[in-house]
């Protein structure tokens, strides 16, 4: 068979050769003078061996040629060998505070109703030493967005009368003062006589401000055009909705009545996604069993007065797959994005991962990146060998999103194994972790993830993009040659991975292909071999990490991807 082999031309004889995998091809090597002449005067097989040091594997599309994976591949080699640390912070923050990190700014809101904030890297809206806010605004929810010098709080205000009612603020990050976009300073929100932190969701995209509202029995949609301040729909939820019977709505005991109380659910199994000024995500778990959940689409109908708000129509439910007993649901990140964007589309507020208004968006091409992380138990009661599965999930949501599906009653259910195409990894450490709180994304295409062992924070990054060709296989067994090139060896490992398929998603044909790769790093805490991540963002410039150590203080850490 090896003579047969030999004696084909030499470009059937590189393509035959091109099928090995990297650990094959290298034993022909050491066996065989004319495999040694063929791989080194053949491109195409010397990058067999470059994808086996990278700890890829390639599912680009036959058209694209091996110059340009090969051009991939130096770009993402650059891309990841030069992440570094370069700043570090200690901020304090009040017990039990609200706090997120959005695009290299620290804010929360604690328990007080005290909003306050404070950039960690250098932007143009404020100086890095500046601290907005402070005061005392009765604030209950907040959404910043720093590319717009954006601050929203939802404020409670007490009448002369000793009623409630509720106020969106409109300010400045880098003032503090009002929004000079805004007609009005603020939103007046009066529906409901009392909110509780983590009974309403809001939301910023551009120049659209939604809440997602739920106490008491009832959830609304409320979107705003908040610079005219123009309320563009108010839409509730259906009461027979299967929303309505997730394990957060339980009774709760008044000292006069007793009543059902949609309580704040979990930020680990809940999710609200504004898709348009006309469609939202609602990720529910099921009733009966809360390893099992699904993504429901909404129809948001028009009207400005909740008294009698239509209701949303029901179009699609995408069911998530069945968890057993030992697993436990870590998080949920929704993104939105489209694989190709004019020339001549408006930039659109980074967040959405977009480059063209919502409102334009063809709905063919829209592409929904769905994430999923869970831990998962091997033997029940036994954390010693856990370990997690993250799946990285591209949907066509708006796809189901057309005028016609608009019909109560007649929505669609889409099996988990009927969703099409993805890609899934499993990321495994060395050693036991503990894992509790969210992934982030930033165009679907970069996600981070913590977790913590010994005295260790170790910090994962996927890297996810549509457009390249490459699926990573892990980076356990590093060569020594690469090792240098990286921060520090990365104890994360992918155990499976599969590729895109074209069969139901004609876009993508355009030879769309997906990149997958995992940078996992450690940060040494030093004094504090008990800190946990308790919030992190993942900006354009650069990486934010915050350890808890302790009650009231966060160390942060900034990381460049340049």
Same mark, same amino acid.
């Given at each position: 068979?090896?003579?047969?082999l ?9 393509k035959?050769?091109?099928?090995l995998d990297?650990?094959?091809l ?12 063929s ?13 086996h ?7 680009g599309?036959?058209? &694209?040629?091996i110059h340009r994976r ?12 030069s992440?570094?640390?370069?700043e570090?912070?200690?901020?304090d923050?009040?017990f ?7 695009g ?24 890095q030493d500046?601290?907005v806010?402070?005061?005392?605004v009765?604030g209950?929810?907040?959404? &910043? ?11 409670r ?7 409630r ?16 976009r805004a007609?009005?300073?603020? #939103?007046?929100?009066d529906?409901? $006589?009392?909110?509780?932190?983590g009974?309403?969701?809001?939301? #910023?995209?551009?120049s659209?401000?939604a809440?997602?509202?739920?106490p ?19 839409s ?11 394990? $957060? ?13 949609l309580?704040? /659910?979990?930020p680990?199994?809940?999710n ?14 099921d ?6 959940g ?8 028009r009207?400005?007065?909740t ?7 029901h ?11 030992q ?14 964007i ?8 980074s967040c959405?991962g977009t480059?063209?208004p919502?409102h334009t968006?063809?709905?063919?091409e ?8 869970y ?8 954390i010693?060998?856990n ?9 066509a949501f708006m796809k ?6 608009v019909?109560?009653?007649?929505a669609?259910?889409?099996?988990w194994?009927? $969703? ?10 060395a050693? /036991? ?14 996600i ?25 296989e ?19 490992t992918l155990?499976s ?5 074209t069969?139901?998603?004609?876009f ?15 940060l040494d ?12 963002s #993942? ?12 009650t ?7 990381f460049?991807?340049?």
């Open positions: 068979m090896a003579t047969a030999l004696s084909l031309p030499q470009e059937l004889k590189v035959i050769l091109s099928y990297a650990v094959s290298a034993r022909c090597k050491l066996t065989c003078r004319c495999v040694r002449e791989i080194r005067d053949y491109s195409a097989l010397q990058y067999i061996f470059q994808l040091f990278e700890g890829l594997k390639d599912t599309a036959c058209s &694209i040629d090969i051009e991939q591949l130096q770009r993402r080699r650059k891309t990841w060998s992440l570094k640390v370069t570090r912070y200690v901020v923050v009040p039990r505070s609200r706090i997120e990190l959005v290299g700014f620290i804010s929360f809101l604690d328990s007080f109703g005290r909003f306050s904030l404070k950039p960690l890297i250098p932007s143009p809206v404020i100086k500046k601290v806010g402070g005061e005392v009765n209950v929810e907040f959404a &910043i967005d720093p590319t717009q010098d954006l601050l929203a709080i939802l404020v205000v007490i009448l002369p009368n000793n009623e009612s509720f106020e969106i603020h409109l300010k400045t990050i880098s003032t503090n003062s009002p929004h000079p007609v009005k300073d603020r #939103l007046i929100f529906d409901f $006589w009392e909110l509780k932190s009974e309403v969701r809001m939301q #910023l995209s551009g659209t401000l809440l997602f509202v739920f008491h029995s009832k959830a609304y949609v409320s979107v705003w055009d908040w610079p005219t301040s123009e309320v563009i729909l108010v509730q939820i259906p009461r027979e909705d299967p929303f309505y019977a997730a394990p $957060w709505s339980r009774s709760r005991q008044n000292t006069t009545t007793t009543f059902t109380h309580i704040p /659910p979990l680990t199994n809940f609200f996604q504004l898709l348009s000024p006309t469609y939202c995500l609602v990720i529910v778990t009733k009966e069993d809360p390893h099992i699904d993504i429901r689409l909404y129809h948001l109908g009207t400005a007065n008294a009698n708000a239509p209701t949303a129509s179009l699609a439910t995408f069911y998530l797959p069945s968890l057993t007993s697993s436990h649901l870590v998080d949920i990140s929704l993104d939105i994005r489209c694989p190709s004019p020339l001549d589309a408006p930039l659109l507020d959405f480059a063209r919502l968006i063809n709905a063919e829209q592409i929904h990146s769905f994430t999923m992380l831990h998962h138990y091997p033997a029940e009661g036994d010693s060998q370990y997690m599965d993250m799946f990285v999930h591209q949907r189901y999103c057309v005028p016609g599906d019909i109560p009653g007649a669609k259910h889409i099996q194994d009927e $969703w099409g195409p993805y890609n899934a990894m499993i990321i495994c450490p050693k /036991p972790f503990f894992m509790r709180h969210h992934i982030r994304s930033v165009h679907g295409q970069r981070i993830y913590p977790w913590n062992g010994d005295d260790l924070l170790d910090v994962g990054i996927l890297d996810f993009t549509i457009g390249a060709v490459m699926v990573a892990g980076l356990s067994n590093l060569p020594s040659e690469l090792e240098s090139s990286m921060p520090d060896k990365g104890r994360g155990m991975s599969t590729s895109l398929t069969s139901e998603y004609p993508f044909e355009r030879e769309v292909e997906t990149h997958l790769r995992c940078v996992a790093f450690s805490l030093h004094e504090n071999t008990n800190a946990i991540v308790h919030t992190y #993942l900006c354009e410039n650069g990486v934010v990490c915050a350890a808890d150590r302790g009231a203080t966060f160390k942060l850490h900034v460049t991807l340049d």
